[in-house]
């Protein structure tokens, strides 16, 4: 396995950054300025090093995934980008290392997530296309399981510019606290 140091990608005087455009200005990119472009950055010289012929990308981190696969396609750079889906534990929370920070009754409100997320992709399935419905339908859930809402958006998949209507194919996203665990979810309708 290639895992190098810090120290060793990011070199004596190292001064070179890639930055997202506004797919990096949504979502989590709002609460962590600046946090797409170390992604982006490091990615890109990853990639660079090892030659790489494809990068697999969990789906769980939709933001991420689309601005690397928008990178790797406005950077040129010949590399597949591999979608890999969102692994769900047995009780729907999406699988994420921040799940271990979690206590019993912590994790026990905070598949509300996953319950409001899936809910949502129903209605929308049933034509309920109206965003402020859906998202306080959303964030009442996630209130009523003691959560500290981050964000709640509807959003195109691609541009992941807020949208006026939630049509079929959309995604809805969700960042909220558990305790002072910030976990992140979304489904696509």
Not at 44 to 55: F, P, S
Not at 97 to 122: E, K, V
Request: aromatic share 4%; glycine share 6%.
């Amino acid at each position: 396995m290639f895992a190098p140091s810090a120290d060793a990608i990011y070199q004596t005087g190292f001064d070179t950054t890639v930055t997202p455009g506004d797919l990096s200005r949504t979502l989590c990119g709002l609460k962590r300025p600046g946090h797409f472009e170390g992604v982006a950055t490091v990615v890109t010289i990853l990639l660079r090093i090892t030659l790489a012929d494809a990068v697999v990308m969990g789906e769980k981190d939709y933001q991420q995934l689309q601005i690397v696969r928008r990178m790797i396609r406005d950077l040129w750079l010949d590399v597949e980008v591999v979608e890999a889906s969102t692994i769900r534990d047995p009780d729907g929370l999406a699988m994420s290392s921040r799940n271990r920070y979690l206590t019993t009754d912590q994790r026990q409100r905070a598949r509300s997530i996953s319950t409001a997320l899936h809910h949502a992709r129903a209605h929308i399935g049933e034509g309920v296309r109206d965003v402020p419905t859906l998202k306080g339908q959303i964030a009442e859930t996630l209130e009523r399981a003691g959560l500290d809402v981050e964000y709640i958006q509807i959003v195109h998949p691609e541009s992941l510019q807020e949208q006026s209507s939630a049509e079929p194919g959309c995604v809805v996203a969700v960042a909220a606290l558990v305790g002072s665990t910030r976990l992140i979810d979304h489904v696509i309708a």
